[in-house]
């Protein structure tokens, strides 16, 4: 701090700190390559906001998730408000081949898509920049009717 003006000081903390205000917890997560891991679990439903808080749309958002099955059959729901700026999203494979999209002009955005086989697999939200925030939630349709369980509980009907 020797000889350093406070007013340089607070410039710099007013830099460094705006970033971090100005976006979610799950940057940087701009590309594929650098998405943000999602627990997804077999028959168990993922809130995004349980993890780090929601998400902000200023910029690409790529998550990842694994599927350990094959046949499962994913529901992908985000939920935002579109006057404060449009939200999409798609579903993308390992081999950067789009699968589904969502691209409505409600307060959510839905993909259900019957992924055939046990694999890693990519969100994509993109679109309006705007610093909307957003809440993603990731189940497949065993989660759905496994709702009333008590969490931990393994039972499956198959
Ligand atoms: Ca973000
Ligand atoms: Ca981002
Ligand atoms: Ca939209």
Redesign the pocket.
């Known amino acids: 701090m020797h000889n350093i003006p406070v007013s340089t000081i607070l410039a710099f903390l007013l830099i460094t700190a705006a970033p971090a205000a100005a976006?979610?917890m799950?940057?940087e997560n701009d590309t594929m390559l650098e998405a943000s891991w999602i627990p997804f679990e077999f028959g168990g439903t993922v809130v995004l906001s349980d993890l780090a808080g929601p998400?902000?749309?200023?910029?690409d958002?790529w998550y990842w998730f694994e599927v350990e099955n094959d046949g499962v059959d994913v529901v992908i729901e985000l939920e935002f408000t579109h006057a404060e700026g449009d939200v999409d999203m798609e579903l993308v494979d390992e081999t950067e081949t789009v699968l589904d999209f969502s691209d409505g002009t409600d307060d959510f955005e839905l993909i259900v898509y019957h992924l055939p086989t046990a694999g890693v697999y990519f969100v994509h939200v993109y679109y309006g920049n705007q610093g909307n925030s957003y809440d993603l939630r990731i189940s497949d349709e065993s989660g759905v009717f496994a709702d009333g369980f008590e969490s931990g509980d393994t039972s499956r009907w198959f």
């Open positions: 976006d979610d799950y940057e998400g902000i749309q200023a910029d958002d």
